[in-house]
């Protein structure tokens, strides 16, 4: 129940967009136990040491504060420790190598060569995981670049992504190579994300972050197809951090823009702003004409509900904003 659109969106991300604060802690604290069970499993001999500055790093949505409710996924890049071995550039990726001598890791190599298969790390993580009597009741399974871990007791599931963190070159940076879903390496740097991230939500005055939320949950809605996280997060970032762009200090302000940033954008190729994967707009064609037409139609709901709400008609705007947002959203009252 709201009287006013901006009580109205206050409501509604405290309900149903942002995570809950107190899941949020609970799963904070099961990550680092997670964590610290995998510290664990270099003592038998035969697992793959830790990297001795840390030991995993935090990535995706959740790490960014950009995840909306409900908590189903959190991310972890365990950092392993290379023990000298090396890395050859090949189409798409790398291939790492192992130096001789080297007997930790070398069972997850290719048949009869030095060369790391990266199948072969994960399905080792899977291994260890189904073996800690902590989660001995979980559901551990592969999917392509991590190990999935499903405690009974949580709704979230672990995404566990297996990782080198490689020497610093010339200018002292670095970056980690993870597993690419048929054996190789491919590279990436979830650290220049968050920074990023961080970096533009303070830049504006509109919590972006909470733009990027509203966003993820529009797209999320059974009303078109959906647009991926990282995507859509990327493009918003993009809109934030442009020369001049000032941004006010309500959602509802804000929204209008944003669909409108939707319907040019769409049907465009994304480079990811890391130089890592390319374009990330993998919607095809009719997907992109779906997204664009829905993105249209908001945009000229939204501009109606400012008109509503600048003229006093309170009711008429937070009906118009229930259009667009769907029976969560709250309704007027008196």
Request: net charge neutral; with cysteine.
């Amino acid at each position: 129940m709201a009287t006013t659109a901006k009580g109205a969106f206050d409501t509604f991300m405290k309900d149903f967009v942002r995570l809950d604060a107190d899941r949020t802690e609970v799963a904070k604290k099961s990550k680092n136990n997670l964590v610290k069970e995998i510290e664990k499993f270099p003592e038998d001999g035969k697992f793959f040491l830790m990297y001795p500055a840390f030991s995993s790093i935090d990535y995706g949505s959740f790490s960014r504060k950009t995840k909306i409710r409900e908590l189903d996924d959190i991310d972890i890049m365990i950092v392993m420790h290379a023990q000298s071995n090396w890395r050859e550039t090949i189409t798409g990726g790398y291939r790492i190598r192992l130096p001789e001598g080297e007997t930790r890791q070398r069972d997850q190599c290719n048949p009869g060569t030095n060369v790391l298969n990266s199948i072969k790390v994960v399905n080792r993580f899977k291994e260890y995981l189904s073996n800690v009597p902590l989660y001995d009741s979980a559901v551990v399974k592969r999917n392509q670049e991590a190990a999935t871990l499903k405690l009974k007791s949580y709704e979230w599931v672990f995404d566990i992504v297996p990782c080198f963190i490689t020497i610093p070159d010339a200018g002292g940076d670095t970056f980690f190579l993870i597993p690419d879903g048929t054996g190789n390496w491919k590279p990436t740097d979830p650290r220049i994300d968050k920074d990023r991230t961080t970096s533009i939500n303070g830049k504006q005055k509109i919590s972006v972050l909470d733009m990027i939320r509203i966003m993820k949950y529009w797209t999320n809605r059974a009303t078109m197809p959906t647009m991926e996280s990282y995507f859509l997060e990327n493009l918003i970032l993009e809109y934030y951090d442009a020369p001049g762009r000032t941004s006010t200090d309500f959602i509802d302000e804000e929204l209008g823009d944003l669909f409108a940033l939707v319907y040019h954008k769409v049907q465009q190729p994304f480079y990811d702003p890391k130089g890592y994967q390319g374009d990330i707009n993998h919607l095809t064609p009719d997907e992109r004409n779906l997204v664009q037409e829905r993105a249209r139609l908001d945009y000229h709901r939204a501009r109606e509900a400012r008109d509503h709400e600048g003229k006093g008609r309170k009711r008429e705007s937070i009906a118009k904003w229930g259009e667009i947002f769907g029976p969560d959203f709250p309704s007027f009252t008196v």
